[in-house]
């Protein structure tokens, strides 16, 4: 038995804030993340179900200190029981922090129902409000369903409503600074997320990385960005408070999430369960912990923890490695994609 409490690993870090992916299945297929076409899915048999998720959130809650819980994939809009398993948490915890990250498409017509069910905010992947743009990064021409679904949940007070962009070079880099102004007259928390190797297709290349520096640059052509007076406290986005260049008006706060060029790893208060069960203590773990299968085979929740803990301590220093470097020689690409991951 560990001899420490939580979830602690080799170099001092502690998981308080766990995300659980509800499936590996997707209704876009973003460059960056999933092939054009393939990628099988995995049967609703490995899928832990709205029970085992229950279970393993009330062991980290209770045994482990985690203090925030975000639900994501895939699409966890796609997971049919997706209602049922945040009524599920909340009823075991009251107070705990519930958040989904999703592509919002088929979200209006459940932001309510999930707001309802006890959901306390959303953050929604979100590249570009240009039709052809959005088509083209997502392959799927949903972007009035995505919009659609921002308004709704915004609605239905799952807020603070967060945006993710990626912004690729030559396809809505351009864009971003029309992406801002459009977030900030909406009363979004819009942030730019730098690209990391985690494509199906494995095209990243460091070279077209489109870094928070060049984000920084673009953005200050129209816009005054200054240091946001707020405690980052572990957060992967870095945030500035956005002025009007003309008048000096505070417009609102932009984040950038430099994962490559300026990554937080040393700060890294993360664990995640794949959609089938496994404990990946880093995003770019090569070794994967499978829980499931031990829950499964009738283990009690002390010997969950045990395991969870003990996948925990190995995590590694970042991403994946002893160093930071998506970009250095012997990083080697988790043969997952991020939405097999669990972004
Ligand atoms: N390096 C790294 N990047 C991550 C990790 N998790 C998410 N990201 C990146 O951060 C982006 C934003 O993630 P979100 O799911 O919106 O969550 P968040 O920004 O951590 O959370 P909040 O600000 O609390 O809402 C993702 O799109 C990923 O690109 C991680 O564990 N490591
Ligand atoms: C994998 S998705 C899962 C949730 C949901 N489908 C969505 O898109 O919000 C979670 C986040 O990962 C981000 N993401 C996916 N691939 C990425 C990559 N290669 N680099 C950086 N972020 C990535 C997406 O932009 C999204 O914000
Ligand atoms: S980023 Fe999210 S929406 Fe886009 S393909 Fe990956 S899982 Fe789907
Ligand atoms: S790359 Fe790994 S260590 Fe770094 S922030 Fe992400 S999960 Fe944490």
């Not at 979004?188 to 489109?210: C, N």
């Not at 984000?215 to 405690?231: A, F, I, Q």
């Not at 829980?291 to 190995?314: F, N, T």
Request: charged fraction near 25%.
């Amino acid at each position: 038995m560990p001899e420490h409490e939580g979830l602690l690993d080799r170099f001092g870090r502690r998981a308080t804030d766990l995300r659980i992916s509800l499936i590996d299945k997707c209704n876009l297929r973003c460059t960056y993340c999933m092939p054009a076409d393939g990628l099988a899915w995995l049967p609703k048999n490995r899928l832990m179900s709205p029970e085992e998720i229950r279970r393993l959130v009330r062991i980290g809650v209770r045994e482990l200190g985690v203090r925030e819980l975000r639900l994501t994939g895939g699409e966890p809009l796609v997971r049919a029981e997706l209602v049922e398993i945040i009524a599920a948490v909340r009823s075991d915890h009251p107070d705990l922090p519930i958040s989904m990250t999703t592509n919002a498409v088929g979200l209006a017509s459940r932001a309510k129902a999930l707001a309802e069910a006890g959901l306390s905010r959303i953050n929604v992947s979100l590249d570009s409000i240009h039709q052809e743009t959005f088509a083209e990064l997502t392959r799927r021409d949903f972007l009035d369903q995505v919009l659609a679904g921002i308004e709704a949940a915004a609605a239905a007070g799952l807020t603070p409503l967060k945006l993710n962009a990626v912004l690729m070079r030559g396809l809505n880099d351009h864009q971003a600074p029309d992406l801002l102004h459009w977030a900030l007259e909406h009363g979004y928390e819009l942030r730019f997320i730098e690209q990391m190797p985690l494509d199906a297709d494995h095209i990243w290349r460091r070279e077209k990385l489109v870094t928070a520096a060049q984000t920084r640059e673009l953005l200050s052509e129209h816009v005054e960005l200054g240091p946001d007076p707020r405690n980052r406290d572990g957060a992967p986005a870095e945030r500035f408070t956005v002025r009007s260049r003309e008048t000096g008006e505070v417009l609102g706060t932009v984040g950038i999430i430099a994962s490559v060029t300026e990554p937080f790893c040393s700060d890294c208060r993360r664990t995640r369960i794949t959609a089938e069960g496994k404990i990946m203590s880093c995003l770019f773990s090569r070794e994967e912990f499978d829980l499931l299968s031990h829950l499964r085979a009738g283990a009690d929740d002390a010997e969950l923890a045990l395991r969870w803990q003990e996948a925990m301590w190995v995590k590694p220093k970042a991403h994946g490695m002893g160093h930071v470097g998506l970009d250095a020689p012997d990083f080697v690409q988790p043969d997952r994609s991020m939405s097999a991951i669990g972004g």
